[in-house]
């Protein structure tokens, strides 16, 4: 059964940087692309960003690009994102997700960033 | 930019019948856009219902079907039980790295 561990949340000010990190087992984790989602206090699921496989493509929502960056470490089993110049509205639940065709298979159970000064 | 719509909310009675829908802001929803289904309680991270319109994923209920209704997605509860109040969400695949999510229903089983 697939398991994914999130962490490296916490409080940053306005203007910040954090990576997020998501670990996974259970599953061979190179051979599936992997995603972020992300639930703002209150609000529902919005797509944040996805990558290949092998880490050779990677895919963003519009409110994050430039700012935000997926990666991955297929050795370590550890997806990542990194996350700078934080804005309050980026204040949100981060989850990880595995992904199959057309569709987010697995989840973590999150980990919360909170942007405030 | 693409708008996925849902009910924000819907009414149930135990041991009803429920069909919540998906929808595109502009534009019918077949099962080309492989819409799936995700079941949220508060505090607790999403669980995956139903993909490619009609698979239920594994350990579903299968008092929980989807299926395309008219130009929308639905997902229907059928025998709806106490448990079963909690959001909703769907996610229409519009493409490599370009799934939307719907605004969620909040369901309420009374």
């Known amino acids: 059964e697939a398991q994914l561990v999130e962490s490296g949340g916490g409080l940053v000010q306005p203007g910040g940087s954090l990576r997020l990190s998501c670990e996974a087992s259970?599953?061979?984790?190179?051979?599936?692309?992997m995603s972020w989602v992300r639930q703002a206090p209150g609000k529902g699921l919005a797509f944040v960003s996805s990558?290949?496989?092998?880490?050779?493509?990677?895919y963003y929502a519009d409110s994050v690009k430039g700012r935000f960056t997926i990666s991955r470490d297929n050795s370590k089993n550890t997806l990542y994102l990194q996350i700078n110049s934080l804005r309050v509205g980026d204040t949100a639940v981060y989850y990880c997700?595995?992904?199959?065709?057309?569709?987010?298979?697995?989840w973590g159970q999150g980990t919360l960033v909170t942007v405030s000064s | 930019q693409t708008v996925v719509t849902q009910e924000p909310s819907f009414s149930v009675s135990p041991g009803g019948t429920v069909t919540l829908t998906c929808g595109l802001s502009?534009?019918?929803?077949?099962?080309?856009?492989?819409p799936s289904w995700y079941q949220q309680t508060p505090g607790q991270a999403p669980r995956t219902l139903i993909y490619s319109t009609n698979t239920r994923s594994s350990g579903v209920p299968d008092r929980f079907s989807g299926s395309i209704l008219g130009d929308k997605a639905a997902l229907t509860i059928t025998g709806a039980q106490a448990e079963d109040e909690c959001d909703y969400y769907c996610?229409?695949?519009?493409?490599?790295?370009?799934?939307?999510f719907g605004g969620g229903t909040k369901l309420t089983v009374l």
């Open positions: 997700a595995r992904r199959l065709p057309y569709y987010f298979e697995s």
């Open positions: 990558i290949t496989s092998s880490g050779a493509d990677t």
């Open positions: 259970g599953f061979t984790f190179s051979s599936y692309p």
């Open positions: 996610v229409l695949y519009l493409g490599p790295g370009n799934s939307v």
């Open positions: 502009s534009g019918s929803v077949s099962t080309t856009y492989y």
